[in-house]
């Protein structure tokens, strides 16, 4: 007898159509970088049902740069990411840049489920 495995695959983010015309998914390590990304870019009160998720990131594209201003929001992104999925991925560096109307985090973290090592960047704009 051999037993079938079954692989695990998310929706991928954001919703969209693959070229079978089903839903599109994502490999469990995508599934994460996905969830990264929402958790950065919504801003706290954008969700009807958590109120306190996201990071508000983008409310801030505009605020004059400073390092102090830098150093509270790497500490806002850190405990957001420890609270909301903390179970999921652990932190292993955190950097900010941001330029004009440009948001850059350059994060590398371990997949928990997989025991992957990543090094991504998120970006996000500001909509004027």
Do not use: K
Request: hydrophobic fraction near 40%.
């Amino acid at each position: 007898m051999s037993r079938r495995t079954r692989v695990r695959s998310d929706i991928a983010f954001p919703f969209r159509v693959d070229r079978r015309g089903r839903t599109a998914h994502a490999d469990h390590d995508e599934h994460v970088r996905d969830l990264i990304e929402q958790l950065l870019f919504t801003s706290p009160g954008e969700r009807v049902m958590r109120p306190d998720f996201g990071c508000g990131l983008l409310d801030l594209v505009f605020s004059p740069n400073s390092p102090e201003l830098t150093s509270t929001l790497e500490l806002s992104v850190q405990a957001a990411l420890q609270r909301w999925l903390g179970d999921l991925i652990e932190v292993e560096a955190l950097d900010m840049e941001s330029d004009e109307n440009v948001v850059r985090v350059f994060l590398a973290y371990a997949v928990r489920a997989t025991g992957t090592r990543r090094d991504d960047v998120f970006e996000g704009r500001a909509q004027a």
